[in-house]
C-alpha cells in the first residue's frame, strides 16, 4: 500500500476554517492524521492445519499452528446472545446494558454476533453493528461497526478473534457496508486484518471558574428523546461522520449512554419546545462534551450551565467531542481556560470490499466539519 500524502487527511487542498488557528498558537500545528503506513503482519493467507481430533481448520499462524480443540465459528443466534453477553462482561467488566444497549441499538436487523465455540461453549466473539453515517457530502453510507471483540482468556492466542474478524469482513461485504470502524488500545490485532489507525483530535480544556448558567436538566425518557433526535437531525443533515440514527438507536444505545448516572444532558426550552440540548458524559473515566445540537443562539447560556454542573461535580478537565469547526466548539472555548490539543490514536478503520478509497477514508477523518460521536461508538 503506498504511503500516502498527509494532505489527504485533511481534503486536498482544502482551508482549514476552523479555529485551529486557535489550537495552533497554543500547542504548534495539529499533527496530520497518521497513518497509512503498512501495517505488521497483514497476510490473511490462511492455511490448512490439523485439530486435535485430525478435523481440517484454518491458521494464519503457519509456525505456530493450533493444537488445541476444534472450535466451531458461527453466527451466534438470537437466543446465544444471553451467553455472548456473559463473556463480554467477563473480559471487559463493564455493565450489562452496555452490551446489550448496542446488541438492540441497531434496529436494521442485520446486526451480527459471531462466536467461537469450544465443547458448545462460546470463547471468543465479534460483535458487528451496522450504522448509517454521512460522507463527505452528506449522503448516508452503510458502516459495519465492530465491538465486543473478547477471547476468554483460557482460549487465547489461538487465532479465535482473528478468525472471527475475518467473519465479520465476510459479513460486512455480503451485506453492503462501505467502510467500517472500531475503537481500540489492541491496534495491531486489527492492523493484521486490514483496519488502519486514524489520529482523531482530543480537544480538552481546564473548566473557567468564572463562567456561570443554568438550564433545565433532562431525563431520556421518550418525549425528550424524540425532541432531541428532531434537533439532531436538522443539525446533522449536511454534517460528514454524523451517524444517522435511527428510532431504536436513540431508545437504546444513545438512551443508555445518556443516562443520568453517567452525565447529564441540558436543554433550553421556548414554551414546550426543547430547542437546543447539550450532552456531557463520562465515557473512559474522562469528562466530555459530547452531543450538542440545536439553536445556536441558546449555546452560550447551555455551555455555561455546563460549566456550572461540571464545577458542582468537581470536574476540572473536560474534553469537547464535537466537530472541530462546529458552533459547538466555538462555545467550549468559551467556557475552558484555554483550549489543548491532545492526539488520540484509539480509533481504527477500513474500507470494506473497495467501495471506498483510502483517500476518502481518511479524508472524512480529517474534515473539521465532522467528528465520529461518542453517542454513536461501541
Ligand atoms: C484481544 C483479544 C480479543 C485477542 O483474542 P485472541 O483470540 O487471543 O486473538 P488471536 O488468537 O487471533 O490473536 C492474538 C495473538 O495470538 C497469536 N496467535 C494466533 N494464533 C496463534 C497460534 N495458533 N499459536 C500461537 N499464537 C497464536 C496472534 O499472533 C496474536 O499475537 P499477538 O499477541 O502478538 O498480537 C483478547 O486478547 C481479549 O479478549 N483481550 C481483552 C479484551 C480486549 O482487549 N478486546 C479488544 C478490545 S478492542
Known sequence: MP???TSWAFGEGRERETFQHLIDKQNGPRKPL?????????????????GENGAKQTSLFPNRPYT?????????????????????TD???VERGFFTSLLKGGGDGDNHSFGAFENGAIVSSVHVFMRQIRDRDSTPLKVGGIGSV???PDHRKHGHSGRLLQLAIEAMEREGCVWSFLGTGVNDHYARYGWRTVSTPDLWGTVRSDVSGKATMLTPDDTTLDAMATL????????????????????????YRLDPAKGFTLGTFAGDRLTAYLAVANPWGRWAIVDAAGDESEYPHLFAAAATQLRSRDVRDVLCLLPEA???MKAFSTIVEKVHLAESRSEMVRPIADRLSWPNLFAMYGDPRGRHCHLDAF
Open 326 to 328: 462546529s458552533a459547538g
Open 150 to 152: 473478547s477471547t476468554h
Open 34 to 50: 497518521v497513518e497509512p503506513k503498512p501495517d505488521g503482519d497483514q497476510s490473511r493467507n490462511a492455511i490448512a492445519t490439523s
Open 3 to 5: 504511503i500516502l500524502p
Open 91 to 93: 473480559v471487559f467488566r
Open 68 to 88: 488445541g480443540p476444534v472450535a466451531e465459528y458461527r453466527i451466534l443466534g438470537v437466543e446465544e446472545y444471553p451467553a455472548a453477553v456473559e463473556l463480554w
Open 232 to 255: 439532531y437531525e436538522a443539525e446533522t443533515a449536511r454534517r460528514p461522520m454524523a451517524t444517522v440514527r435511527s428510532n431504536q438507536v436513540w431508545r437504546t444505545a444513545v438512551r
